[in-house]
C-alpha cells in the first residue's frame, strides 16, 4: 500500500510508472462510455471514500470517475455531516474507522497536520486532493499532459511559471520539476517567490530552476506556460493588496509571443484574471484537454495506492 501525498516523497521510478501506466489506460479507452469498467477491472469491489473541506468540481469528479472505471466505487463525505466536522470525535478515530470501512480515502484539506493525522491512524492509503502545501494529483497530471502534447523527453522541456509562486500548485511543481529533471522559470513579485525549505531541497538536489522578476525574461524560449489564481481557496491575505503586486504578472497575447512559438499554455482551474480571455481560450491554450486528463492519471495514482501498477 503506498500514499500520496506529496511529489518530494514519491521515488521518481514511481511517477514515472504512474505516467505511463495512465497512458496505456488512456489509448485503451477509445470506444468505451464515461461509466464503462476498465477490460481489467483491477479495483474491483474496492470502494474510495472522499472528503472535501473545501470546494473541487475537477478532483471530485476525475477521482468518481476513476475509481468507477477501475471497477470500484466512491462515496463523497460531507464534513459538516461527521462527528469530525463538528468536533465530537478525534481524527484518530475517523480515520480508524475509515479504514475499518473504506479501502482508500481521498482528502482536501486546509490542513496539512490534519492530513498527517489521517495518514498517522490510517490503514489505507490516504490521498492528498489538495492541502495548503501541496496540489500533487494535479501536477503529475499536467506532467502527462505536457509529455502527451509535446512527445519528448519530459527532461528536454523548458517550463515557465507566472504568478503566485509561494503557493500549493507552485511547490508541487517544484518538486516535479526537480524529480524529472524539468527546467523550470519562475516569474514573481519579490514577496511571493517559493518557500525557503524548498529552495534549499532544490539546491540539494541540483534542480534546473531560476527565478525572475520580470515575467517576459522567464518565459523566452519556454515549451510550456503556466500560472495559477493569484487568490488561492480560503487564501487569508489582503486580496485586494496581493492582486496588486501581481499587476505585472498577468499572462497575455505578449507574453506568450516572447516564448517558443508552439508553446503551450496550462491553467488548473479555477480561474482569476491572472490569464487574458484571449489567450486563456486562444490556440495555445490546452486547459480543457489538461482537466480531462485528471481523470486518467488518478486512475493510476489509485493503482499505485494499491500497489497495483502494471
Ligand atoms: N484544479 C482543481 O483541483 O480543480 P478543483 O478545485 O475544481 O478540484
Ligand atoms: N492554488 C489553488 C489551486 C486550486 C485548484 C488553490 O489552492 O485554491
Redesign the pocket.
Known amino acids: 500500500m503506498n500514499n500520496f501525498l506529496h511529489i518530494k516523497d514519491i521515488p521518481v521510478k514511481d511517477l514515472k510508472k504512474i505516467i505511463s501506466d495512465a497512458k496505456k489506460r488512456k489509448a485503451k479507452r477509445k470506444k468505451l462510455n464515461t461509466l464503462d469498467p476498465d477490460k481489467d477491472v483491477p479495483l474491483k469491489g474496492k470502494i474510495l471514500l472522499q472528503m472535501f473541506e473545501?470546494?473541487?468540481?475537477?478532483?471530485?469528479?476525475?477521482f468518481y470517475l476513476a475509481i468507477k472505471q477501475l471497477g470500484g466505487g466512491s462515496l463523497t463525505l460531507r464534513p459538516e455531516e461527521l462527528h469530525l466536522g463538528i468536533g465530537g470525535e478525534s481524527i484518530s478515530d475517523t480515520s480508524k474507522i475509515l479504514s475499518t470501512y473504506g479501502n482508500a480515502f481521498m482528502l482536501?484539506t486546509d490542513s496539512d497536520k490534519k492530513l498527517n493525522e489521517f495518514k498517522k491512524y490510517s490503514k489505507i492509503p490516504i490521498i492528498n486532493?489538495?492541502s495548503p502545501s501541496s496540489?500533487p494529483?494535479?501536477v503529475l497530471s499536467d506532467i502527462f499532459t505536457i509529455q502527451e502534447i509535446k512527445k519528448k523527453s519530459i527532461s528536454k522541456i523548458k517550463l515557465c511559471w507566472i504568478g503566485d509562486a509561494s503557493n500549493n500548485m507552485m511547490n508541487s511543481l517544484i518538486e516535479a520539476c526537480v524529480k524529472f529533471s524539468i527546467s523550470l522559470n519562475i516569474a514573481c513579485p519579490k514577496d511571493y517567490q517559493p518557500n525557503k525549505v524548498l529552495i534549499s531541497w532544490i539546491k540539494k538536489k541540483n534542480g534546473k530552476i531560476k527565478i525572475f522578476n520580470k515575467k517576459e525574461l522567464a518565459v523566452k524560449n519556454c515549451d510550456v506556460i503556466m500560472t495559477d489564481k493569484i487568490i488561492s481557496?480560503n487564501d487569508k491575505v489582503n486580496k485586494r493588496k496581493k492582486l496588486r503586486s501581481f499587476k505585472n504578472f498577468k499572462v497575455d497575447a505578449q507574453t506568450m509571443s516572447f516564448a517558443k512559438k508552439d508553446a503551450i499554455f496550462l491553467h488548473?482551474?479555477?480561474r482569476g484574471n491572472e490569464v487574458t480571455e484571449e489567450v486563456f481560450l486562444g490556440r495555445q491554450s490546452k486547459v480543457w484537454q489538461q482537466?480531462l486528463n485528471?481523470v486518467y492519471v488518478q486512475k493510476s495514482i489509485l493503482l499505485y495506492c494499491f500497489d497495483k501498477l502494471r
Not at 473545501?54 to 476525475?62: D, E, Q, Y
Open positions: 473545501k470546494s473541487s468540481l475537477r478532483t471530485r469528479l476525475s482536501r486532493g489538495l496540489h494529483t494535479q481557496l488548473c482551474l479555477p482537466a485528471r
